[in-house]
Structure formats: structure tokens, C-alpha cells
Nanobody, 115 residues
Framework: QVQLVESGGGLVQAGGSLRVSCAAS????????MYWYRQAPGKQRELVAF???????NYADSVKGRFTISRDNAKNTIGLQMNSLKPDDTAVYYC?????????WGQGTQVTVSS
């Protein structure tokens, strides 16, 4: 089992920056890939970015060039640095971990971007 706890959400003006973090605990040695997803009101949950054990990253087109995913293996955390935020980035941001067989989700953290 893997437990994930997100933090760092909040309210920011358009054009601003915010960093959300996800702390992992439990069977973290089994984790192969970690993800950030988001879900806006009335919309489906969508993939924002992911990072593999080897450090490879991938981003949704909508955030490419603005968001950066990173991991700190010593602290068992991943982060999502969000720059040039837009009102469309408003959503609950979720962290997910995959060990190749199972998926584990955090409870989410709200990010609100005002225009």
C-alpha cells in the first residue's frame, strides 16, 4: 500500500505561480511512476504530468512550458511547479502513484486561479 498526501494548493491570480507537493509513504520502493491529475468542476479528471523512476517526464499539451514536475527521492515527494497560471487551471489537483499493478490516489488539493 502507498499513501499519498497533497499540499500547497490555494488561490492565486492569473499569471501567478503556485507549487503543489505530494508526500508518499508506505511501500514507496514499489512505485514506478507518479502522476499529477486535475479535475475541474463538471469536467472529467485529466492527466497533467507524470514522472518515472528514471526521471522521464511528460506533460499535457495544455500545461507544457508552464508546469514542471519533479521528484525528491530523499524526501519521497513529488512536486508540480505551476507558472503563468490561467483561470482554466482551476481544479482539484490529485497525485497518483503506480507500481505497475495497482494505483494509489491522494485526496487532492484545490487550486483556484482568479482572473
Amino acid at each position: 500500500q502507498v499513501q499519498l498526501v497533497e499540499s500547497g494548493g490555494g488561490l492565486v491570480q492569473a499569471g501567478g505561480s503556485l507549487r503543489v507537493s505530494c508526500a508518499a509513504s508506505g511501500s514507496i520502493a514499489s512505485i514506478k511512476v507518479m502522476y499529477w491529475y486535475r479535475q475541474a468542476p463538471g469536467k472529467q479528471r485529466e492527466l497533467v504530468a507524470f514522472i518515472t523512476n528514471g526521471g522521464s517526464t511528460n506533460y499535457a499539451d495544455s500545461v507544457k512550458g508552464r508546469f514542471t514536475i519533479s521528484r525528491d527521492n530523499a524526501k519521497n515527494t513529488i512536486g508540480l511547479q505551476m507558472n503563468s497560471l490561467k483561470p482554466d487551471d482551476t481544479a482539484v489537483y490529485y497525485c497518483k502513484a503506480s507500481d505497475g499493478l495497482f494505483e494509489f490516489w491522494g485526496q487532492g488539493t484545490q487550486v483556484t486561479v482568479s482572473s
